[in-house]
């Protein structure tokens, strides 16, 4: 194998017949070169010394060294310091046959050099441009001629042949003598020696520098004389490591196949290495140029077992886990491993060698291969990752379930990354190796740009995104076959590389990277690093330091940031421009957006101003989240209640993060609407509303020997407790309120909150029956399920759900785009919002094999695939809030699931609050809407992942939010102006992005009213119609910016039924030919229709007959 050296050489010459060549080592090439203690060396089992040797009187060199160490050093410890320095400042000896054959290649490549013609001394012409003389030359007029021969001998000098070379500037010195021929008998007047002596030194180092012989051509003086310039020179492109090593492995594959054949021989190794490989499959660390092939896994159990972490005794599982537990705990990039055990070949590299030349070191058998030569430091540090979440998941987990974590679940690449970036036009990366200094490894790759310049890209991303990611990882380009009559695939056939980002969410938003203070060294390397984007900034403790801020304008920005570091560092460091990156963080976020609100005059005078950039809602959220903090406050201030207040609880899906559209503050109106009391707004004929929904208040109130046993009496308690709210809230703090006999509606900030006092022991009264022979009986009733749900279940809900949103920021964008998904297939009316959320609750609870979602994004993807892969018949969902369930309630959990399968429903949620019952999806979604749901699930989790695989920018990735409505019978259009919320469409048209009327920002009037609240025709139009036709068909709608109403006919309805009077309902007699026959009816479907069309009249545009599988005539 060939290697690089360290050394410079220098050419100097101290008179006219003597030039010199050294080769000194740098600080870094210092510390690589000499012994490592740190170096994992191969364990070799130390031979026992016999009795007679141990014991065998000492020679008469060890006696007069001890006689030496007594009197001369007075301490045995003062001879052992002297030797251990000795052996650390020499170099390795291992070094010299190398070194040797630098220099018989340097002069061998002297004896070639052509001689050149004759010049004057003063005409210098024939040097290039890029070559100047290393000499200053005044006066420059000279006699005298030059021309070039060949050194007449080459000679190694100085400490070096003398064996007294020192570290760290260890250097070769090499004499190299001029030929008399070159000089002439007055050279000794004017300087003209030393001119020819520079002249001499520059021809050779432009003929270096045209043969690309070297690394590095430098001058320098020797000793600090100005007129003996010196040439240094730096080994380079002779040694090809990765080109070697690719010829040296397949000269050592008998050897390790031998190896492994000898381990292989035990069943346990050899079911520990299937599993591995399985381990590594499912996690895709196995696929690509760069990635942890099974033979490396084999490699390392057998490395396991010379270092006896793993022995002949253990089963598979054994084995898999104890080399997972040596990934995690070990780093193969500061300290390398070998399999190597003979040492004996001087030729033969150490392994802080290997270091110097690759990410990731795993030594063969024969010492001379690295089997990790060609794994990217990023793909092992994924695997070490992988490692660390499996032995987790192992001491987390029952067996059952890490067993189907560790070797069940695939990990894909989009799904284990919270943002993922394609880099394209990879031609741009030839300049790269340029400005990366990558010319060595592009030799080393045959001309193969990608990979030369990979680790570097891969370094500079890591120190530019620091704290705000836990790892780097690349998907691996496929390796593609090809037919024996095409051409083998290029490099440059390569479109893109993808890489993805887990991140840290407690730095990942930071929008300021802090760098040192302004007068230090470590600044200058900061600003070079950050380009124009450093500047100084003074902190509030009155430092002054480099700093990078980046622009956000809302916090779905902020989630974006680490897009901003990217694009900066490819462009700036690798010349790579921002169109070629496609980022792929908030490609969802559109399906998010708020609406815009109209521009308006600024306060500075007549300019309008920009309109705002729209967020995702997470501003809105917390308005709405401060202005119940308010609500609160003023609720506990009231003094004058005949109870005090227990608790206040928020219920609605915004106080958990799960509104898919949060919304605005409600805004004065520039119109004339119907006033009921002259401050409650209601709705008119004909007339659009604004969208402002009531957001629900569970207020507690204290347990009281007051409160009567009598449920009509309670009901009226309550009546009373909502319009003293009321009237309080509007005398004391001024806010709009309007009490009912259910609830109270307070205005506060522009949001409508609808409180409702809310009583515990109500629900146990509703509980109980009293039998006809007088006795009570305390059981579940529809009406105590309904309450407890509402006063109890939601709160507690509520509550678990806030705290994984404070915990995981990513869960608010994912569990609305869940929803969004699911009522843009007009599946919203199948599904309560809280099966939905405790779903989306489940990926961050137990998120294994994965990290928590860092993004809406992923978190989204790993919802599809959670619906499409579960099996919902023969499991029990069981989504484990704050932890409450132990070991013994899951077994009980999965007990009676089995044993009542058949009265459960299709998709059955446990929770602490309802471990054997699933309100949350009883009745719906049936065992048909779940199929139906698993498999729309199935394609768009296929679909996207198809997208996020390209590199292409305009991609629609709003393809999967879309409705296929080709498998509806019946489609009813409706006239959009009087849908509110239309405006929340996937695809809103464009009329209706436009306001009609003017929308301030909120601010507080005295003339406030409240708003129309919960009024959505398209809400109000379906359920009339599922009253109506439920047994006739089912509908589907979408209730965030759905403009129809699709129908599907439902086929028992249309079984032909004998004629009777009190069931002809949107029926129609069907009289027989032939006498004798009974009449029978079917369903007017016309009559239907028409129905319909009457049902929504002025809000019904049309009706679209689907299919022709129903006679209507």
Request: charged fraction near 25%; glycine fraction near 4%.
């Amino acid at each position: 194998m060939k290697r690089r050296e360290d050394e410079e050489d220098k050419v100097s010459s101290d008179n006219s017949e003597v030039s010199s060549v050294s080769d000194t080592d740098d600080e870094e090439m210092e510390v690589a070169e000499g012994d490592n203690d740190e170096t994992l060396e191969p364990v070799t089992k130390k031979k026992r010394l016999a009795k007679t040797e141990l014991y065998k009187p000492p020679t008469n060199e060890e006696l007069a060294r001890l006689k030496e160490t007594e009197t001369l050093y007075q301490s045995s410890l003062f001879t052992m310091q002297i030797d251990e320095l000795l052996s650390e400042v020499q170099p390795a000896e291992k070094k010299r046959n190398t070194l040797e054959k630098v220099l018989d290649s340097f002069e061998e490549f002297l004896e070639k050099l052509p001689a050149s013609e004759q010049f004057d001394l003063t005409d210098q012409s024939w040097l290039p441009e890029s070559i100047k003389v290393p000499i200053i030359q005044e006066p420059y007029q000279s006699k005298g001629t030059f021309h070039f021969e060949k050194p007449s001998s080459v000679t190694v000098i100085g400490s070096y042949p003398l064996g007294t070379c020192t570290k760290p500037k260890t250097h070769v010195d090499v004499a190299i003598e001029m030929p008399k021929a070159c000089l002439q008998e007055k050279d000794y007047l004017n300087f003209r020696y030393h001119r020819k002596r520079a002249l001499y030194i520059a021809y050779i180092a432009w003929q270096i520098q045209r043969s690309k012989f070297m690394k590095e051509v430098k001058y320098s003086y020797k000793d600090g004389d100005h007129f003996k310039p010196i040439l240094v020179l730096r080994p380079s492109d002779m040694p090809t490591p990765h080109y070697n090593n690719s010829i040296a492995m397949d000269m050592t594959i008998n050897k390790n196949r031998h190896h492994l054949e000898r381990i292989c021989e035990y069943e346990g190794i050899k079911q520990g290495i299937v599993l591995l490989k399985v381990w590594i499959h499912q996690r895709q660390i196995d696929e690509g140029c760069h990635g942890f092939t099974g033979f490396v896994m084999s490699m390392l159990v057998s490395y396991l077992m010379l270092i006896r972490k793993v022995n002949y005794l253990m089963n598979g599982y054994q084995v898999m886990r104890n080399a997972l537990h040596f990934i995690a705990s070990t780093d193969w990039t500061s300290e390398g491993i070998s399999l190597c055990t003979d040492n004996d070949d001087p030729n033969q590299p150490i392994t802080a060698d290997f270091h110097k030349y690759y990410d990731v070191i795993f030594v063969d058998t024969s010492g001379f291969v690295n089997l990790c030569a060609n794994v990217t430091k990023s793909t092992y540090l994924q695997m070490k990752h992988e490692a660390e979440l499996s032995l987790q998941t192992i001491l987390s987990s029952s067996a059952v379930n890490s067993f189907h974590t560790l070797f069940m679940t695939p990990v894909p690449f989009q799904m284990k990354f919270d943002q993922i970036f394609h880099i394209s036009r990879l031609s741009n990366l030839k300049s790269a190796v340029a400005k990366f200094d990558d010319d060595d490894r592009l030799v080393d790759f045959g001309g193969n740009y990608v990979t030369a310049v990979l680790p570097s890209i891969i370094e500079v991303l890591e120190k530019g995104l620091g704290k705000r990611i836990k790892l780097l990882g690349m998907c691996q380009p496929d390796i593609k076959e090809w037919n024996v009559d095409q051409r083998a695939p290029h490099w440059k056939d390569l479109s893109h590389l993808t890489f993805g980002l887990l991140l840290d969410n407690e730095f990942a938003s930071s929008i300021l990277d802090k760098g040192p203070p302004a007068d230090t060294a470590e600044a200058a390397e900061f600003r070079s690093f950050w380009g124009e984007r450093s500047e100084l900034r003074r902190f509030q403790d009155a430092s002054i330091r480099e700093a990078v801020l980046w622009q956000c304008n809302t916090m779905a920005d902020r989630r974006l940031i680490c897009q901003q570091v990217v694009t900066h560092l490819l462009k700036l460091h690798a010349g790579m421009p921002q169109d070629s990156v496609t980022y792929l963080g908030g490609h969802l976020d559109p399906l998010l957006w708020q609406p815009l609100i109209q521009d308006e005059k600024n306060s500075a005078g007549n300019k309008k101003r920009r309109k705002e950039e729209t967020g995702t809602g997470d501003e809105e959220n917390l308005a709405v989240l401060h202005a119940f903090d308010s609500l609160n406050k003023m609720l506990r201030g009231l003094d004058d209640l005949p109870l005090s207040i227990a608790s206040i609880q928020g219920s609605s899906p915004i106080f958990r993060y799960a509104e898919v559209i949060p919304p605005s503050p409600a805004h004065k109106l520039n119109r004339k609407s119907l006033k009921i009391h002259g401050y409650i707004e209601g709705p008119l004929p004909q007339t659009p509303t604004h969208w402002t929904p009531a957001l629900k208040v569970i207020c507690t109130m204290e347990g009281s020997g007051k409160w009567p046993d009598d449920l009509p009496a309670i009901q009226a308690i309550k009546a009373a407790f909502h319009i003293k709210l009321a009237n309080l809230m509007r005398r004391k703090h001024g806010p709009v309120a309007a009490a009912t006999d259910k609830y109270a509606d307070i205005v506060q900030d522009g949001f409508v909150f609808r409180v409702m006092v809310a009583y515990p022991r109500e629900v146990l009264l509703l509980k109980k029956l009293k039998s006809p022979d007088g006795l009570v009986k305390v059981r579940d009733t529809k009406e105590s399920k309904m309450l407890d749900r509402e006063i109890s279940a939601l709160p507690k809900l509520t509550s678990a759900l806030h705290g994984i949103q404070q915990e995981c920021a990513a869960y608010s964008g994912t569990v609305r785009l869940a929803k969004r998904w699911i009522s843009s297939h007009l599946l919203s009316l199948y599904f309560q919002e809280e099966a939905i959320e405790l779903l989306v609750a489940y990926l961050f609870i137990k998120p294994e094999p994965f990290t928590p979602p860092g993004s809406s994004a992923v978190g989204f993807l790993r919802f599809l695939h959670l619906l499409s892969h579960y099996d919902w018949d023969r499991f029990p969902f069981v989504v484990n809030l704050n932890k409450a369930l132990t070991e013994p309630d899951f077994d009980e959990i999965h007990q009676r699931f089995k044993g009542n399968r058949s009265q459960l429903p299709a998709m059955f949620i446990s929770t602490p609050m309802y471990k054997y019952s699933s309100p949350w999806t009883s009745p719906e979604p049936s065992k048909q809407i779940l199929q139906r749901v698993v498999v729309l699930a199935k394609e768009s989790l296929e679909k996207l992942q198809e997208q996020m695989a390209r590199s292409e920018k305009s991609i629609d990735f709003r393809q999967v939010f879309r409705p296929v409505l080709n498998i509806y019978d019946v489609i009813i259009h409706l006239k959009t102006k009087y849908l509110p919320r239309c405006i929340e469409a996937v695809d809103p048209v464009e009329e209706i992005l436009k306001p009609k009327e003017k929308k301030e920002p909120y601010r507080h009037i005295t003339e406030e009213v409240l708003p129309v609240v919960n009024f959505d025709p398209l809400q109000k139009y379906v359920q009339e119609l599922k009253d109506s036709f439920g047994e006739l068909a089912m509908f589907f709608c979408d209730l965030h910016g759905g403009d129809f109403i699709a129908v599907v006919w439902k086929s028992k309805a249309f079984e032909r039924r004998p004629f009777k009077i009190s069931e002809l309902d949107c029926q129609i007699p069907k009289i027989p030919l032939a006498s004798g026959k009974e009449i029978d009816t079917c369903v007017d479907v016309k009559a239907v229709i028409e129905d319909f069309q009457i049902i929504g009249q002025g809000l019904v545009q049309s009706i679209e007959i689907m299919t022709e599988k129903w006679n209507i005539e």
